[in-house]
């Protein structure tokens, strides 16, 4: 606990509730089936953020033995901050909701590198050769420069070839609104986040009603039937609410790109 409570959370007063927490016992026997390859459901909250304090040097211990050093472990883990942000200012208390994204995290499955995060995945339908693909997923909180991300590209393939050399892999790939080529509709060329799309070839998926891009746009509040109201306080909202009162899609796109 001391591992993730000095090095990986933020908050102080979280720091302060989470070691006052009178339930850690059950959370470090949670922690526990998770490392034995259980997914319980457990209740957002402090809870969840005391089995990944109990999680963090299982983290920690596996990837050292990988041979992966410990600031790649620690900027990885301290994802959990924006998600704590997240709970925030979502339910105005301290706490946590994303737990089952973060277990990624904590039982040594996914990597921050640079600017993306990284994990082996079974290819999903539509992405060519290999069983396995990269995964790669978009962390908030940054600027998603070209630059940043063929630096992160760049690294992962060095990454997985060195530390997970029995898993060859041919191709990245991520299902994510920020890949849906309708953003060449709303927004400039020269823009970072249609600059990340062009990285990548898109292939048809089954349609969100566009609630990816409104969770991560407007906020958790949103959907789609009460668009009218969202907020218009940056010119992406701005021009995506716009776009999606005419009557225009901003689905959730799997894509592709060669290692």
Request: hydrophobic letters at 35%; glycine letters at 6%.
């Amino acid at each position: 606990m001391e591992f993730f409570v000095n090095e990986i959370l933020e908050n102080e007063d979280l720091k302060k509730k989470i070691i006052n927490y009178d339930r850690k016992e059950g959370s470090a026997q949670v922690a526990q089936s998770i490392i034995n390859g259980h997914r319980p459901n457990i209740e957002k909250g402090i809870f969840p953020l005391c089995v990944l304090a109990y999680l963090a040097p299982y983290a920690l211990e596996l990837n050292n033995k990988r041979g992966i050093a410990k600031d790649i472990t620690v900027k990885t883990l301290k994802d959990v901050n924006v998600w704590v942000d997240n709970y925030y200012n979502r339910y105005s208390e301290l706490g946590l909701g994303e737990f089952h994204w973060l277990v990624n995290h904590y039982t040594g499955d996914l990597f921050r590198l640079g600017r993306l995060q990284f994990r082996l995945e079974k290819s999903l339908d539509g992405i060519p050769e290999g069983e396995y693909a990269i995964e790669t997923h978009i962390p908030q909180g940054e600027a998603l420069t070209e630059e940043k991300c063929l630096e992160s590209f760049k690294c992962a393939t060095t990454f997985f070839k060195k530390y997970f050399p029995q898993t060859p892999v041919k191709y990245f790939m991520c299902d994510s609104w920020l890949l849906n080529p309708n953003l060449a509709d709303i927004l400039n060329e020269k823009s970072n986040i249609v600059k990340f799309m062009r990285l990548w070839t898109p292939v048809s998926f089954a349609s969100d009603n566009s609630s990816q891009a409104i969770e991560r746009v407007f906020g958790f509040d949103f959907k789609r039937d009460n668009i009218k109201n969202a907020p218009e306080n940056t010119s992406l909202q701005k021009a995506l609410k716009e776009y999606l009162l005419s009557g225009g899609d901003m689905d959730l796109t799997l894509g592709w790109r060669k290692i």
